[in-house]
């Protein structure tokens, strides 16, 4: 049984030593550190090609792909039935867009790969974030200029408290972490 720490003491050596060691990059699994390396190297090829850039010009909000990131505490991915809600319509004959309509009528996800990614031990809320007007592009980079998304920001311990301190957010180690034994 998982108990939460009480003690106030062993509260503040735990978060002075996430502070310290959190400063640094933090650990990643072998299986995480493998996509990591190969984030900064080159973008994954995603299963099928998309442009934030094309769609970033049509004026198209993140939200209407990304449909919990101002409700939820993840932004989610796009399925197949969000993308043909336009392409019902638009660039219907393009290869790309008959593999998403392949996707929505068998029902699959899209296996998108994931590019930015938050360890374990921290929680993140989009919810909060939306909330407090910060834009996409401060965790995510300028994804509008991009065709081929890759990852343009590294999300570290000292990326998040750099900007908590900046807009004067809460530097409350629980804030992120869980505090448990």
Not at 63 to 91: I, N, W, Y
Not at 123 to 138: D, E, I, L, T
Request: net charge positive.
């Amino acid at each position: 049984m998982t108990r939460g720490v009480r003690n106030p003491v062993l509260i503040q050596t735990l978060c002075a030593l996430a502070f310290f060691v959190g400063t640094a990059v933090a650990p990643v699994t072998p299986a995480r550190g493998a996509q990591a390396k190969q984030n900064t190297l080159k973008p994954p090829l995603q299963p099928v090609p998309f442009s934030h850039r094309r769609h970033c010009e049509k004026n198209i909000p993140c939200v209407l792909c990304h449909q919990t990131a101002a409700t939820g505490e993840t932004a989610g991915l796009p399925g197949a039935d969000v993308c043909m809600a336009c392409h019902q319509s638009v660039a219907t004959g393009a290869p790309s867009i008959r593999k998403l309509a392949a996707y929505a009528r068998q029902h699959k996800p899209v296996p998108w790969l994931r590019i930015y990614r938050i360890q374990d031990f921290v929680f993140f809320s989009h919810k909060r974030h939306a909330g407090a007007k910060v834009a996409c592009a401060a965790c995510h980079g300028k994804v509008c200029k991009s065709d081929v998304l890759k990852l343009e920001v590294k999300l570290s311990m000292k990326f998040c408290i750099d900007c908590h301190k900046a807009s004067k957010a809460s530097l409350k180690c629980n804030a992120c972490h869980t505090l448990s034994m």
